[in-house]
């Protein structure tokens, strides 16, 4: 690890001018960054720890139409939160399978968002609910839509002295249908080597996020009918680009993203006939 200074704000101003700076990088629960500086993967002139600052909520609430998760709440929150259990499951399921307790204890969701991992394990949830994520700066706020959030392994589109204030959904206006999959190469601790939700809705649309399979989380869209033929799943499944890596190969990772996409197809639906 390298010699760095270390700052903790207190308020938005503060921590938007500090993160202005050449070299300055944010911490919110630290899982991912801290494992980075141990490897010398970055290496910053300045730490920034945001858990201090008062503007960036920790709670979530509904508010009217949407379910809004401040930028400091914790994976465990998730797991254990009445609203995101009943609204979208998915989520809570994702979230419950980010590293180890200790660490769903620590890593946030913004956090997971901002690292930009190909295989960050909620990053598949929120496209498939449509999520929107609030950027601000003690000047502005803005509200990115989840699929345009991601730019490449580790980039987003957040600016200078920008910070993810909170994460947004849509609650669903009727019952919905959705599954949650994941492949790893053992059970526990490891990241994806594919990752998927799925979201059906009665109007016969289906939405599908997919991880580890592209250079960013990815977001497919269909619909019932075309997904009753193999070129209709052939079609949903041509936005993803498998790579060969150490934790996959490619074609395992296409074989596995067309089971467990099918599988997840259908345990959405038989929980959306159940529901309706």
């Not at 201090?52 to 998760?69: F, N, P």
């Not at 980039?155 to 206006?173: F, H, K, N, S, W």
Request: net charge neutral; proline share 5%; glycine share 8%.
């Amino acid at each position: 690890m390298t010699w760095f200074e270390y700052q903790r704000p207190q308020s938005l101003g503060e921590a938007s001018d500090l993160l202005r700076k050449d070299d300055s990088v944010a911490l919110a629960g630290g899982t991912d960054l801290l494992v980075a500086l141990r490897h010398r993967a970055v290496r910053p002139a300045l730490v920034v720890d945001l858990k201090s600052v008062s503007d960036i909520a920790e709670g979530i609430e509904v508010e009217g139409d949407r379910l809004r998760i401040g930028g400091r709440v914790v994976m465990s929150r998730l797991t254990r939160n009445q609203h995101v259990g009943r609204h979208f499951p998915a989520l809570a399921q994702a979230a419950a399978v980010v590293g180890s307790v200790q660490i769903r204890n620590r890593a946030t969701l913004a956090g997971n968002l901002c690292n930009a991992s190909p295989a960050a394990d909620t990053a598949p949830a929120l496209l498939a609910y449509g999520a929107t994520v609030i950027a601000s700066r003690p000047d502005t706020t803005r509200s990115i839509p989840v699929e345009e959030f991601f730019t490449g392994p580790g980039t987003t589109v957040l600016e200078r002295g920008e910070i993810v204030t909170a994460v947004e959904l849509p609650i669903p206006p009727t019952t919905i249908g959705s599954a949650f999959a994941r492949v790893t190469r053992r059970r526990g601790v490891d990241l994806a080597s594919v990752s998927l939700a799925c979201i059906l809705d009665p109007s016969g649309r289906a939405r599908f996020g997919f991880g580890a399979v592209g250079p960013t989380p990815l977001l497919a869209e269909s619909t019932f009918d075309e997904l009753a033929t193999d070129e209709g799943w052939s079609r949903l499944l041509a936005v993803t680009s498998p790579i060969t890596d150490v934790r996959a190969g490619a074609e395992y990772r296409r074989a596995m993203l067309h089971v467990h996409s099918r599988r997840a197809f259908q345990a959405a639906s038989e929980q959306l006939r159940a529901a309706t």
